[in-house]
C-alpha cells in the first residue's frame, strides 16, 4: 500500500509542479489575481466604490500568494514564509470582510473548504489570536449566510468536507466550547476524524502517529480529479498535496504542550508540502493596501474587524 501511494503522491508531485510553474507565468492569471485585485481595492478606498467585491479580491490575493508558495516549494527547492504569512494575513481578512457582510444581512458567505484552508493558514502560521478570531466567526457563520448550515430545504452542504468540521470540533474543544452540531447540516459519516476528536489530547505518540496515518490515507484517497457534477475533500490543486488540516491538528497539540512524532510513517506527511512552517509565530507581514481597506472598511461597518 505505501509503494502505490509513494508512486500515486510522485504523479500528483509532478503534476502539481506544472500546474503551479504554468500558472504564475500567466499574464492572464497576473491580471484576474495581481493586477485587477490591487487596483480594484485601491479604488475602494479612494472612492468607496466596488465595496461589493472587497471580500473576493483579497481571495484572490491570498490565491497568488499561495500559489507563489507552492511554486517555490515543489519546483524551486526554497520555502518563502514571508508568502506563508502573506496567505495567512489576507486568509484572515477574507473571513472577516465576509463576516461583516454576513452580519450585515448582505449574503457575505465563504465555502466550507476555503473556510478550513484560511482557518489552517492562521493555525500553522503560529497566530493564535488570529486563529482564535477566525474559528470565532466561523462558528458564528454556522447561523448566518457565511456558512449557511442551519437545516434548511434548499441544500445539504454540511455533509460534504468532513475536515471542515474536523477543524470546527478541534477549536471549540480546545476552547471548551459546545458544538452542538445537531442544529446543522452534518455529514453522515465523519470517519476518520471522529477516532482522533475523541483521544486528540492523548500523550501516546504511537496513537498520534495512528491517526496521522488515518487522516493521511483519507486526504490522499480524496486528492483526486472529479467530474463535474461531483465532490471529493480536496479536489482543487490547492489542497491536494497540503495537508493542512492534520499539520493544524498537530500545531493545536504543540500549543498545549502535547508532544508529537519527531517524524511521520505516512508518505503523504513525507513530502515538501508537508513541512510545517517552523520558526514560529511568524512574522506579520506589511501589507498597506490591506490596512488601508481595512481602515475604511471599519468606519463603514462599525464592529467589523474586532
Same mark, same amino acid.
Given at each position: 500500500?505505501?509503494?502505490?501511494?509513494?508512486?500515486?503522491?510522485?504523479?500528483?508531485?509532478?503534476?502539481?509542479?506544472?500546474?503551479?510553474?504554468?500558472?504564475?507565468?500567466?499574464?492572464? &492569471?497576473?491580471?484576474?489575481?495581481?493586477?485587477?485585485?490591487?487596483? /480594484?481595492? !485601491?479604488? *475602494?478606498?479612494?472612492?468607496?466604490?466596488? $465595496?461589493?467585491?472587497?471580500?473576493?479580491?483579497?481571495?484572490?490575493?491570498?490565491?497568488?500568494?499561495?500559489?507563489?508558495?507552492?511554486?517555490?516549494?515543489?519546483?524551486?527547492?526554497?520555502?518563502?514564509?514571508?508568502?506563508?504569512?502573506l496567505c495567512a494575513r489576507y486568509a484572515k481578512a477574507a473571513v472577516q470582510f465576509e463576516a461583516a457582510f454576513a452580519d450585515a444581512g448582505q449574503n457575505g458567505s465563504i465555502l466550507l473548504h476555503q473556510a478550513a484552508f484560511n482557518f489552517s493558514l492562521?493555525?500553522?502560521?503560529?497566530?493564535?489570536?488570529?486563529?482564535?478570531?477566525?474559528?470565532?466567526?466561523?462558528?458564528?457563520?454556522?447561523?448566518?449566510?457565511?456558512?449557511?448550515?442551519?437545516?434548511?430545504?434548499?441544500?445539504?452542504?454540511?455533509?460534504?468536507?468532513?475536515?471542515?468540521?474536523?477543524?470546527?470540533?478541534?477549536?471549540?474543544?480546545?476552547?471548551?466550547? &459546545?458544538?452542538?452540531?445537531?442544529?446543522?447540516?452534518?455529514?453522515? /459519516?465523519? !470517519?476518520? *476524524?471522529?477516532?482522533?476528536?475523541?483521544? $486528540?489530547?492523548?500523550?501516546?505518540?504511537?496513537?498520534?502517529?495512528?491517526?496521522?496515518?488515518?487522516?493521511?490515507?483519507?486526504?490522499?484517497?480524496?486528492?483526486?480529479?472529479?467530474?463535474?457534477?461531483?465532490?471529493?475533500?480536496?479536489?482543487?490543486?490547492?489542497?491536494?498535496?497540503?495537508?493542512?488540516?492534520?499539520?493544524?491538528?498537530?500545531?493545536?497539540?504543540?500549543?498545549?504542550?502535547?508532544?508529537?512524532?519527531?517524524?511521520?510513517?505516512?508518505?503523504?506527511?513525507?513530502?515538501?508540502?508537508?513541512?510545517?512552517?517552523?520558526?514560529?509565530?511568524?512574522?506579520?507581514?506589511?501589507?498597506?493596501?490591506?490596512?488601508?481597506?481595512?481602515?475604511?472598511?471599519?468606519?463603514?461597518?462599525?464592529?467589523?474587524?474586532?
Open positions: 500500500m505505501d509503494t502505490n501511494m509513494s508512486k500515486r503522491i510522485t504523479r500528483l508531485t509532478k503534476k502539481l509542479s506544472r500546474f503551479y510553474s504554468d500558472w504564475i507565468v500567466s499574464e492572464t &492569471i497576473r491580471e484576474l489575481f495581481w493586477d485587477k485585485p490591487q487596483k /480594484d481595492l !485601491s479604488e *475602494y478606498v479612494s472612492t468607496g466604490e466596488k $465595496w461589493e467585491f472587497v471580500g473576493s479580491r483579497i481571495g484572490k490575493l491570498l490565491t497568488w500568494h499561495y500559489s507563489q508558495y507552492i511554486n517555490a516549494v515543489l519546483n524551486e527547492d526554497r520555502y518563502p514564509l514571508d508568502e506563508f504569512a492562521n493555525i500553522l502560521s503560529g497566530w493564535r489570536t488570529d486563529a482564535n478570531t477566525v474559528g470565532r466567526l466561523l462558528v458564528s457563520g454556522l447561523d448566518t449566510s457565511l456558512l449557511d448550515l442551519k437545516h434548511n430545504d434548499r441544500h445539504e452542504k454540511g455533509k460534504l468536507y468532513r475536515h471542515f468540521w474536523f477543524l470546527l470540533h478541534l477549536y471549540c474543544s480546545a476552547k471548551g466550547l &459546545i458544538l452542538n452540531t445537531s442544529l446543522y447540516s452534518y455529514p453522515e /459519516d465523519m !470517519s476518520p *476524524y471522529d477516532k482522533v476528536l475523541a483521544d $486528540w489530547r492523548t500523550p501516546d505518540i504511537d496513537t498520534v502517529q495512528s491517526f496521522v496515518t488515518a487522516m493521511a490515507d483519507f486526504h490522499l484517497r480524496e486528492a483526486r480529479e472529479t467530474a463535474h457534477d461531483e465532490i471529493a475533500e480536496f479536489d482543487d490543486e490547492d489542497y491536494m498535496l497540503f495537508p493542512h488540516e492534520i499539520l493544524s491538528f498537530l500545531r493545536v497539540r504543540e500549543w498545549l504542550g502535547l508532544p508529537n512524532p519527531g517524524t511521520f510513517d505516512h508518505p503523504l506527511m513525507n513530502q515538501p508540502l508537508a513541512r510545517m512552517p517552523q520558526p514560529v509565530p511568524l512574522p506579520q507581514p506589511d501589507t498597506p493596501l490591506l490596512d488601508q481597506v481595512i481602515g475604511k472598511f471599519k468606519r463603514e461597518y462599525p464592529g467589523s474587524f474586532a
